[in-house]
């Protein structure tokens, strides 16, 4: 039994695109709200011993969150997971690219945001400063 979790898209596309039997699948319509949700979506995940996890969407390129949808396959141990569109693209789940590639990158664009957020923090009450003064 695998495990299709559509965030958004038609399944009727999903499973023609990529071969997937609609017998051997247990589909589960969650929201992008419902992936900020680690116990909803971790509870989906350990409910069955499921062979395969799929996230599915409209277009990868488009999709926010890759990041915690592979944690979550991770934190559930759900080694054979992927995010599918309906564009036939497949992004594979890998352990090694996980904590080599993406986690590394999940903390960069954290630190980078934390000090973009930090400089107008001071630079905006600045630049009000200086607007009142001329």
């Not at 990529?18 to 409910?47: M, Y």
């Not at 036939?88 to 945001?113: A, Q």
Request: proline share 2%.
């Amino acid at each position: 039994m695998d495990l299709l979790l559509i965030i958004n898209g038609r399944i009727e596309k999903l499973v023609s695109v990529h071969n997937l039997n609609i017998n051997n699948l247990e589909v589960v319509k969650i929201d992008e709200k419902d992936l900020a949700k680690p116990k909803k979506i971790l509870k989906i995940l350990k409910s069955k011993k499921f062979n395969n996890v799929y996230f599915a969407c409209i277009e990868n390129d488009l999709q926010r969150f890759h990041f915690f949808m592979f944690l979550y396959s991770l934190l559930s141990f759900r080694w054979k997971a992927s995010i599918i569109d309906e564009l036939g693209n497949k992004k594979i789940f890998s352990i090694i690219k996980f904590f080599l590639l993406n986690l590394p990158m999940f903390v960069i664009e954290t630190i980078l945001s934390f000090f973009v957020i930090v400089y107008y923090k001071i630079k905006i009450p600045i630049l009000k400063w200086k607007l009142k003064i001329h």
